[in-house]
């Protein structure tokens, strides 16, 4: 079955720290997407990169990157010089075709809080 | 712009009460989906449309009806059989398969509280 783990519950760093937030999926399957959104406080999912399963070039964008590596079923974010701003639940997610459609199954998130 | 629009953005009900959340898209995209969220946890599906008149139950479905009469239209009842109804709604959709899926969309959200 499909499933995604996201074990920090929560994560507390000082403006300007660099903060890695982890992410391990299981699939059967050989084609799937792997996908980060940020929830700010009023509830809004915000999207912040889609990844399919065959391409595992790392990816870098402004402050943030991430690492991708199917051999440990990982896609892992970072956050380079963290900012106040930066502060929200991030969620980890995995999208494989199934009954016909598309499901998308969430992490339970790891909420993050920069401090100043 | 397009997107996709929830409403209302805040909901209450009273116990024993149906109450239906609207999730309308100007995207063109064929599926739509629901998700509930608790707090401090992930989403988890409710109800999914892959085409006009046509929908799948997800993993919490119970309590929950949908409706996709319209391809820019999904809403989704809360009925009283619904135990705990309190939480975050969230609607999505997306456009495409295999190669040309282009991830998913979601709205605002719609928080439902049971007073």
């Known amino acids: 079955a499909q499933k995604v783990t996201q074990a920090q519950t929560e994560i507390s760093v000082v403006e300007k720290e660099d903060v890695t937030l982890d992410c391990v999926y299981e699939t059967r399957d050989t084609t799937y997407y792997l996908f980060w959104y940020k929830q700010p406080p009023s509830g809004e999912l915000v999207f912040l990169i889609r990844?399919?399963?065959?391409?595992?070039q790392n990816e870098i964008s402004g402050r943030y990157s991430w690492n991708f590596q199917k051999s440990t079923s990982s896609f892992n974010f970072t956050i380079t010089a963290s900012q106040v701003v930066d502060s929200a639940v991030y969620f980890c997610a995995l999208s494989e075709w199934g009954d016909s459609s598309y499901k998308l199954i969430f992490g339970s998130g790891t909420r993050l809080l920069v401090r100043p | 712009d397009g997107g996709i629009t929830q409403s209302p953005k805040y909901l209450f009900r009273k116990e024993g009460q149906n109450v239906t959340l609207s999730c309308e898209q100007n995207l063109n995209h064929d599926a739509m989906y629901w998700y509930r969220q608790d707090p401090g946890q992930g989403l988890r599906l409710i109800y999914y449309s892959q085409i006009v008149n046509d929908f799948q139950k997800g993993d919490i479905a119970e309590g929950y009806s949908v409706s996709r009469e319209k391809k820019e239209s999904f809403p989704l009842t809360v009925t009283s059989a619904q135990k705990n109804p309190t939480a975050f709604y969230l609607c999505a959709s997306i456009l495409g398969t295999g190669a040309s899926f282009g991830g998913y969309t979601f709205g605002s959200g719609t928080r439902l509280t049971v007073v």
């Open positions: 990844r399919n399963s065959f391409d595992e």
